[in-house]
């Protein structure tokens, strides 16, 4: 074994101790905290009815489960829109992902008192399309392809836009209640219902990106070296594009408007890798699972029994690597 693919393994298993350290302690701590004792003994006789299996098979372990699968979700839709546009400021939260899926689930909340699961996910998924293909064809320009700065001005003003817009909806059509926890961010509402409508789409997500994560790095050469070595470019980034509406727009209808994930995960990654996506991918999405489980546990914490916000927890977290990213120049790299 070479010693880029032993210090690969090391920094696997290192992530995955944190990972499985994080749906450890998620498990047992929180506004009410169990023993080791109570918390092995529920998983060793999960059907019998007590309020200790209550909390943590039916309201821990699957806002555990959906903190990790949105982290990987959110992590991994961020290194492959990084790797298709050649820069580190591809976040799909910047693009307007979150922005379009907010107005479209507001619209649908307009028309329709409750939504099921599934119709939050295809109304999430439709949203962040119109919004990714928009902020994609105002950045374009012929001469130089997708361009950093326009990719942010244009992600900004489509953001901003589409976040007016559903804002106005809320305010003028008093949807407030019902869309207020969405946008602040969070996984207090998490069920085992929700998980069997929207985990499946991350778990394909995830799947066809570790599988096809070499064209992934092929493309990242650009579009010159990439049809030298004969990928077929356009159906490729087709494919990869509608990978990272899948996965954020599901994240999205799970864990609500989220920004920065997407962003810091995997950049943080190619200082370990290097530009090899058969490596970013997988670290991408352990890491992101791990930092979202770990964010989760620390919003109980912060003011028990009540929660904090888990948008504000991530972007506190993130916001002083982001600014030594623009300090150091790392959004043109």
């Known amino acids: 074994m070479s010693f880029s693919n032993k210090k690969f393994v090391a920094q696997l298993t290192i992530i ?33 009815e007590t309020a200790i299996q209550d909390v943590l098979l039916d309201l821990r372990l699957p806002r555990v489960l959906a903190a990790g699968l949105v982290g ?6 961020g290194a492959i829109m990084q790797g298709l546009m050649r820069n580190a400021i591809a976040d799909p939260g910047l693009l307007g992902i979150n922005a379009g899926a907010g107005l479209a689930l507001a619209l649908g909340y307009l028309f329709f008192k409750s939504l099921h699961y599934s119709m939050i996910l295809l109304l999430c998924l439709l949203g962040a399309t119109i919004a990714a293909f928009l902020v994609l064809a105002l950045s374009y320009q012929a001469r ?9 001005l244009a992600g900004a003003m489509v953001s901003a836009l589409f976040t007016a817009l559903g804002q106005g909806l809320v305010t003028y059509f ?37 599988i096809l994560a070499k064209q992934l790095t092929i493309l990242s050469l650009g579009q010159t070296f990439s049809v030298a070595l004969g990928q077929k470019t356009t159906r490729f980034m087709v494919f990869f594009l509608g990978l990272v509406l899948i996965l954020s727009g599901a994240a999205v209808a799970l864990v609500g408007s989220l920004f920065l994930v997407g962003l ?17 991918l997988p670290l991408t999405a352990l890491l992101g699972a791990t930092f979202m489980i770990w964010a989760d546990l620390l919003s109980r914490f912060i003011a028990p029994p009540y929660e904090t916000p888990l948008i504000s927890v991530v972007s506190v977290t993130c916001l002083p690597y982001f600014l030594w990213m623009i300090h150091k120049g790392e959004f043109y790299d």
């Open 72 to 77: 990987a979700a959110m992590a991994t839709a």
């Open 174 to 210: 008093k949807l407030s209640p019902t869309i207020i926890g969405w946008q602040a961010g969070g996984l207090v509402g998490v069920n085992w219902a929700m998980l069997k409508v929207i985990a499946p789409f991350i778990l394909v997500g995830l799947m066809l990106a570790f």
């Open 16 to 48: 995955s101790l944190f990972f499985l350290l994080g749906l450890y302690c998620g498990l047992r701590f929180g506004a009410i905290s169990y023993s080791q004792q109570e918390l092995l003994t529920t998983f060793l006789h999960p059907f019998k």
């Open 264 to 280: 810091i995960i995997p950049h943080v990654v190619k200082q370990w890798t290097g530009p090899v996506y058969q490596k970013i």
């Open 144 to 152: 130089i392809g997708f361009s950093p700065l326009y990719l942010l």
